[in-house]
């Protein structure tokens, strides 16, 4: 290693050892490191982004990750961006609609939107190189540094990262843990109506296209695959949405998202049910819910997915989320005052559902026979018109895509057959590109499109 | 349109007939029952069917006929022109279909739902000889079962008679409002839900004046009518229209069966703009003088708008309460179910006891130009993103305009040519076509006319 590099790192330890002093010294409060959030002090981005470390131009020879983590993050990751988007006059315009204090300043300091638009720990575990400007860092996914930051520059395996409180991003629960955080949401860290009311977007979320899309700031190399093990996208998806449910079923039951007065906490229920011109005559009839023309739904296209997932996993469970899901529509529109115990004993009961599949998921090895499978149960739920809703059809384009990438990662498919699915795939997006010039016709045409270029 | 500015009240009322419409005026208002039913559809006549009134000799004439209190082309008029004809068919139609496939009726034209509204659905047991459903929204199923008066109206009796006898007084406000509400809002047995909505069922825009205007009107206050039937000016109508708009809007919240299913509140009661919107472009901030926050579905409080704006020239007091308590309610729909019901209970008493007043207010030169400064108001002003604001500000416009025509304040040229502009306002059902911006500039223009 270069001179230049030790130098760096005796910086760093430091640093490390100024905070661990200060940490030691504001309280022995200091919580072990756990997901969520309850982790060591947070160093601040500028401890991860030296030239030698994750913010190279150039790997280093013996690197076994790329060192350009933090370059991707800051110059393509809309992550980098997150507390910065509070000063612009869209989240300025939010924060005057939602009566926020603080002027200008109101979004950058109102802990709602923080929670999710920065690293919000609390002072006690801010390192002195820590801004919260930074938005969604390193360690807001990665977990606070000061207790693994230095075995982990010394080489230290990952296993003895993780040891040392390193969160596991690379394993498909605690990364579908960490991300559902904020893009679902959790407790009081919820984009509730009202906040979308106010102009917050909506928030459309699916674990494994979304992690390439960040984009990713890591190859599935030899050297990855030695360190963390092979991911497998279509785990990542299933495992991504028993956890979107399940957060789901939690905020549904939560008693802050109770109805209140003559209104429900509408965040919880399928945007396009009402985001439509009243003149698109969208309803179609669907068996999963049993809901009539202008009732309002659930969403659940999490539910829908994780019912194709099951049905090839687990049928057992499938048919358990299929039943306690039809309950629990019922129960949302269930005549007054009977409504509310069904709709908390039907959501409790998905819960569990979702829960108890997840080890199933996580142990399951997704092989080319469930590539296959998976894709055309995907297909035939909007073919079939199972469920043709925006939100659901959404949810199979990016399911899809999962597919389709771990066919590729896996070898399931060469390279001719990837491209020629990948371009169907763009297709099957255009479809989609605007919820509200969107038409299940199209869709299924281009779904059937698709369908064609799959491997035989 | 109904002409003048004075009502007389015929003392010649016979009792029967008056004995319906108080029910109607008092008890059963204050009492917050919904009497909707008992009141359009008497259970004692039988429906001759729309055959008996169309003769020649009759109201199916080309030519008034020597004498006659009326055009006698009524029945030409409502089957040409009057959609109330095609209610019936309309159900066989594809719309229809697709709908009845939705809700999973076997079919509409069978389906006692839709049958309540578009046809003269009296019970087999009341149905004469030459009683046909496919008439439609035929003369009895507004002017009652003939059986009881046909002979004596025939023979020339006077309106007092054959109101007497079993006709429904559709001339005067209260009743006219009472039986066209029963279908273009609804009461406990018929009613557009959004389940119906949902389906493909339009929504329901209305206001009794310009309703009656543009049906069209199969009647025209003459020296005539006036002699027969006494005076009523089209802002009574339309202020009774408004209160009893609001009357059976409140019936339904306070309805448990109509009011609210599971997590979800009975959506025809909110503003369609609340919710249908398109996201991406966000109409927010949406202004609102409620006080709702974002993320909110608003209540839809047009009728009471407009209603308040009627009260603040007969009843400044009333109206004042009628704001306080709409402000309440709309604060209760986000946080306290209870709170809707009583505070839907305090509107609704209030409203009822506006109505006599109402019906007797003689409107002046002065209330109407303070009404048209008041609507003109309500649809400059913060809710205007609202098609039900921008509907009632419109027909409540229209009504105003005919009266000053009626008084002689606006010519019939000038008159002409605002209504030619509000009528583009009037049903603004595809939020598509509608735009706040050139809506404010047409109210705009049209102030001076309305002489501020």
């Known amino acids: 290693m270069s001179a230049d590099r030790w130098h760096w790192r005796a910086i760093v330890a430091a640093t490390v050892a100024i905070v661990a002093l200060a940490a030691s010294g504001l309280a022995a409060a200091q919580t072990p490191p756990a997901p969520g959030g309850g982790d060591g002090i947070h160093l601040g981005v500028a401890s991860c982004a030296g030239d030698n470390c994750h913010g190279a131009v150039k790997r280093g020879e013996f690197s076994s990750v790329e060192q350009n983590e933090y370059l991707i993050w800051s110059l393509k990751d809309k992550h980098s961006r997150a507390f910065k988007v509070l000063s612009t006059e869209p989240a300025l315009r939010i924060a005057r609609n939602l009566g926020l204090p603080g002027g200008k300043r109101a979004a950058e300091t109102a802990q709602i939107c923080l929670d999710c638009h920065a690293d919000n720990v609390p002072e006690s575990r801010r390192g002195p190189r820590f801004q919260l400007a930074d938005g969604v860092g390193c360690e807001a996914c990665h977990g606070g540094a000061v207790g693994w930051l230095g075995i982990h520059i010394s080489g230290a395996p990952h296993r003895a990262n993780l040891a040392a409180g390193l969160y596991p991003t690379e394993q498909p629960l605690a990364r579908a843990e960490r991300c559902l955080s904020c893009h679902v949401g959790e407790g009081n860290k919820f984009a509730t109506h009202r906040i979308m009311g106010a102009g917050h977007p909506p928030i459309g979320f699916e674990l494994d296209t979304y992690t390439a899309i960040q984009p990713a700031h890591y190859h599935v190399t030899a050297a990855y695959i030695a360190r963390k093990g092979r991911p497998n996208d279509m785990q990542i998806w299933a495992v991504g949405q028993a956890v979107d449910l399940k957060k789901r079923m939690d905020l549904l039951i939560d008693p802050n998202n109770a109805p209140k007065g003559a209104t429900p906490e509408l965040a919880l229920f399928d945007c396009q049910a009402c985001h439509h011109a009243m003149s698109q005559l969208q309803w179609r009839a669907r068996a999963a819910t049993g809901l009539g023309p202008g009732q309002l739904r659930l969403y659940d296209a999490n539910l829908v997915m994780l019912r194709v997932i099951a049905a090839r996993v687990a049928p057992d469970a499938a048919e358990a989320l299929a039943t306690h899901m039809l309950a629990l529509h019922q129960a949302s529109a269930a005549p007054v005052p009977d409504y509310w115990a069904g709709v908390q004993r039907e959501a409790a009961a998905v819960r569990k559902a979702a829960e108890t599949l997840i080890p199933a998921l996580e142990k399951h090895e997704f092989d080319q026979g469930d590539a296959r499978a998976l894709a055309q149960a995907l297909i035939a739920v909007g073919v079939g018109g199972a469920d043709l809703d925006y939100s659901a059809a959404q949810q199979q384009y990016m399911a899809l895509q999962s597919v389709v990438a771990a066919m590729n990662l896996l070898s399931f498919a060469d390279v001719a057959q990837i491209n020629a699915l990948n371009d169907a795939l763009g297709g099957i997006g255009k479809t989609l590109a605007d919820d509200q010039a969107y038409r299940p016709e199209i869709f299924v045409a281009a779904l059937r499109q698709f369908e064609a270029k799959l491997p035989r | 349109m109904l002409g003048a500015i004075t009502i007389r009240v015929s003392r010649a009322l016979a009792a029967a007939a008056g004995a319906v419409l108080l029910a109607a005026a008092s008890p059963a208002l204050a009492q917050g029952q919904s009497q909707g039913q008992s009141q359009s559809q008497p259970v004692t006549g039988i429906h001759l069917g729309v055959a008996t009134c169309a003769g ?397």
């Open chain 2, 56 to 452: 020649d000799n009759c109201h199916g004439a080309k030519q008034r006929p020597k004498g006659s209190a009326v055009l006698g082309n009524e029945y030409i008029i409502w089957g040409s022109r009057d959609r109330h004809r095609n209610a019936y068919r309309v159900l066989t139609e594809q719309r229809s279909i697709r709908m009845a496939r939705a809700l999973g009726y076997k079919d509409a034209e069978h389906e006692p739902r839709c049958l309540a509204c578009h046809a003269d659905y009296v019970p087999e047991s009341q149905r004469g000889a030459q009683f046909q459903l496919s008439d439609g929204v035929g003369c009895e199923a507004c002017h009652g079962g003939a059986s009881g008066w046909l002979g004596i109206h025939i023979s020339g009796a006077s309106h007092d008679a054959n109101i007497a006898a079993g006709l429904y007084p559709t001339d005067r406000p209260l009743a006219r409002a009472e039986k066209c509400l029963g279908c273009h809002y609804g009461d406990k047995t018929r009613f557009v839900d959004h389940l119906l909505i949902g389906a493909g069922h339009p929504r329901l825009p209305f206001e009794l004046d310009t309703f009656t205007a543009a049906q069209p009107a199969h009647f025209v206050v003459d020296p005539a009518y006036i002699a027969r039937k006494g005076r009523v000016t089209d802002l009574q109508v339309w202020a009774v229209g408004e209160a009893v708009a609001l009357i059976k809007r409140m019936d339904t919240v306070l309805d448990p069966k109509r009011a609210r299913s599971g997590l979800l509140p009975e959506f025809v009661l909110f503003e369609c703009q609340s919710c249908h919107h398109n996201y991406d472009s966000l109409h927010a901030p949406r202004p609102t003088a409620t006080g709702l926050g974002p993320g909110t579905i608003k209540f839809n409080d047009a009728n009471a708008v407009m209603l308040r704006l009627a009260a603040s020239r007969v009843a400044p007091d009333a109206a004042k309460a009628l704001s306080a308590h709409m402000m309440a309610l709309h604060k209760a729909t986000t946080d306290d179910w209870a709170g809707v019901e009583r505070e839907a209970t305090a509107v609704r008493k209030i409203a009822a006891a506006l109505v006599p007043l109402l019906t007797k207010y003689e409107f002046t030169a002065d209330d109407m130009r303070a009404l048209s400064g008041g609507a003109i108001a309500v649809g400059t002003g913060p809710d205007n993103w609202q098609s039900s604001h921008a509907e009632q500000v419109t027909m409540t416009l229209e009504a105003i305009v005919t009266s000053l025509r009626s008084a002689g304040i606006v010519g019939n040229a000038q008159a002409d040519s605002m209504i030619a502009v509000l009528t583009q306002y009037k049903d603004v059902a595809n939020e598509a076509s509608y735009r706040p911006e050139p809506f404010v500039k047409a109210l705009r223009a049209l102030q001076p006319g309305l002489g501020k």
